[in-house]
Nanobody, 126 residues
C-alpha cells in the first residue's frame, strides 16, 4: 500500500484558483509512482464520490466534463506526485478533494477500484 498526502486546499472566491498537490509519503514508493494510475476525486456532503481527473501510467489523462478547460493535472517528476491546478473555480466545486492511486498502469472509472487514498483536502468556493 501507498500512503498519500494531499495539500493545497483552502477557501477562495468564485473565479479564483487553487493548486492541489499529492505526494507518496514513503520514500521507497516514490520512484515507482510515475508508472501507476493516479487521480483526483471529490465528494460533497450527501453526494457520492466522483472522479475529477486521472492520469494513467502512460501519461494519458481523463477530465470530467464539469472541469474540462478549467482544471489541469500534471505529474510532479521530482517528487513523484500529482498536482491539480484549478482555475475559474465555481461554488459547485466546493468539496473534499482526494488523491488516489491504483497500483497498475491503467485507470479504472470507479472509486472502489483505486487501492490507496489520501486523507483529503477541503476546497471551498464562495
Amino acid at each position: 500500500h501507498v500512503q498519500l498526502v494531499e495539500s493545497g486546499g483552502g477557501s477562495v472566491q468564485a473565479g479564483g484558483s487553487l493548486r492541489l498537490s499529492c505526494v507518496a509519503a514513503e520514500s521507497n514508493a516514490k520512484s515507482s509512482m510515475i508508472n501507476y494510475c493516479m487521480g483526483w476525486f471529490r465528494q460533497s456532503p450527501g453526494k457520492e464520490r466522483e472522479r475529477v481527473a486521472t492520469m494513467d501510467g502512460y501519461g494519458g489523462t481523463y477530465y470530467a466534463p464539469f472541469v474540462q478547460g478549467r482544471f489541469t493535472m500534471t505529474r510532479d517528476e521530482d517528487k513523484k506526485g500529482l498536482s491539480l491546478q484549478m482555475n475559474s473555480l465555481k461554488p459547485g466545486d466546493t468539496a473534499m478533494y482526494y488523491c488516489a492511486v491504483r497500483l497498475n498502469s491503467g485507470c479504472p472509472v470507479l472509486p472502489k477500484d483505486f487501492s490507496d487514498w489520501g486523507q483529503g483536502t477541503q476546497v471551498t468556493v464562495s
